[in-house]
Structures are given as structure tokens and as C-alpha cells.
């Protein structure tokens, strides 16, 4: 079955640095999007991007997707604190099955 | 906020307890979804409802009923719940179309403890 996974499980950095997360996939996709989830809160969605496009920015988000390698990756730039939560790629391959992966969590410290 | 909301957001019931968790979403979505979350477990989609119909059932033990009255309500009717149950029960609403296809919004989601 399909499913995003993602890379590394877990992350550990210092305000003012970059967080770059990894995430692949197996099957064929419509689009690849990016959530963000404070701990034992609702999901927020962070970006979309399709599969036709390469590369998609979101103010301080640069999300890239490689479809021949059938993975994305999440570049959170100049890290704050209030970016620790845990990241999630969902993929949509058709109708209204989104299948999450099991997430990058990412603690920034001050 | 989000614009969708679960009630309760805490629950503790026992094994024998009939109870039903409660979405609403303010956004005019036509889609809404229900999603498991374990511990150190990927987000796992029960059901979706699109229209009030329901078009996908994720091999969901009989024990959840799921029920859509309408395009903003949708409810998850628990009976005879395991201990495994236990975990965060999310709610989220999706307007299909255009550049927001299939971009979900998400309730803060109901903590259930089964014991």
C-alpha cells in the first residue's frame, strides 16, 4: 500500500538553523502535501505541491519534489522555537484517500 | 482555530459504554473525514464522507458508526470499545476543486481512553 514515510524520525536544532525533513512514497501520486502537528493537537496543513511542480515556497517552507525518485523534502529555514511539532507528508493518489506517514519530530531549542 | 471543532476533547469510558464523539466545521466543506492516531503509529483514515454519502470505509471494526446528518455534522458512535481503542480521534473537512484539492482542515481531535 501506499505511504509516505518519513526521514529522520526525529530531529534536534538550534534557533536560527535550518530543519530539512525528508519524505518518500511508493506509488504514483497526484500531489504531496505537508502538515504540521503540535503535540495532541489537530493537524495544520503546511503546502501543496503537485506532481508536475518541482519546487514550492511558503514563506520561511521550501518544499522540493522529486517524482522519479518518488520522494519530497521540507526546508523550515531560520528555526524558532515555535516551529517544534511534528511534520507529516500526506499523499493523494485519487478520490479521498490521503495517506499520512508517521512523521519528522522536530524540536528547535531556544 | 480552524473553523472545525470535536467535542469532548477528553472521553474515559469502559469497555461496556455506548458514547459518540461529535465534529462540526464552519468552512462549507462538502467532505469530512475521520482519522485514528496511536501512539508511534501513522494517522490512520476511518472514514470519509463526501456529500453526506459515504465513500470510503478503511476495513473499520463494526464496534465505530460512523453517521454524517448533514455537510457540516459528523458524528462517531462507540460501543464495545477495546483498550487498543484508545488514541487520538481526529475530525478534519475538505473543499474539493481548484488549488485546494483535497487540503484538509483538522480539529483539535478528542483524546479517548478505553479502560
Known amino acids: 500500500s501506499q505511504q509516505g514515510e518519513e526521514d529522520p524520525q526525529a530531529l534536534s536544532i538550534q534557533e536560527g538553523e535550518n530543519a530539512t525533513m525528508n519524505c518518500s512514497y511508493k506509488?504514483?501520486?497526484?500531489?504531496l502535501q505537508w502538515y504540521r502537528q503540535n503535540s495532541g493537537r489537530g493537524l495544520v496543513h503546511l503546502i501543496l505541491?503537485?506532481?508536475?511542480?518541482r519546487e514550492k515556497h511558503s514563506g520561511r517552507l521550501r518544499v522540493t519534489l522529486d517524482t522519479s525518485k518518488k520522494s519530497s523534502s521540507l526546508l523550515i529555514t531560520a528555526s524558532r522555537a515555535a516551529d517544534t511539532a511534528s511534520y507529516f507528508c500526506a499523499t493523494e493518489a485519487g478520490g479521498f484517500k490521503t495517506i499520512f506517514g508517521a512523521g519528522t519530530r522536530l524540536f528547535v531549542k531556544a | 482555530e480552524t473553523g472545525v471543532t470535536q467535542t469532548p476533547r477528553h472521553l474515559v469510558m469502559g469497555m461496556t459504554n455506548k458514547k459518540s464523539l461529535k465534529c462540526e466545521q464552519h468552512l462549507g466543506h462538502n467532505a469530512m473525514y475521520w482519522y485514528k492516531q496511536s501512539a508511534k503509529k501513522p494517522l490512520e483514515l476511518m472514514f470519509v464522507?463526501?456529500?453526506?454519502?459515504?465513500?470510503e470505509n478503511n476495513s473499520v471494526p463494526s464496534r465505530f458508526s460512523p453517521e454524517c446528518p448533514n455537510s457540516s455534522h459528523l458524528f462517531l458512535h462507540l460501543h464495545t470499545l477495546q483498550p487498543e481503542d484508545s488514541a487520538l480521534y481526529l475530525c478534519a473537512s475538505s473543499q474539493p476543486g481548484g488549488t485546494a484539492l483535497y487540503e484538509q482542515y483538522f480539529g483539535p481531535g478528542t483524546r479517548l481512553t478505553v479502560t
Open positions: 506509488t504514483s501520486i497526484n500531489n
Open positions: 464522507y463526501n456529500f453526506k454519502e459515504q465513500t
Open positions: 505541491i503537485r506532481s508536475n511542480e
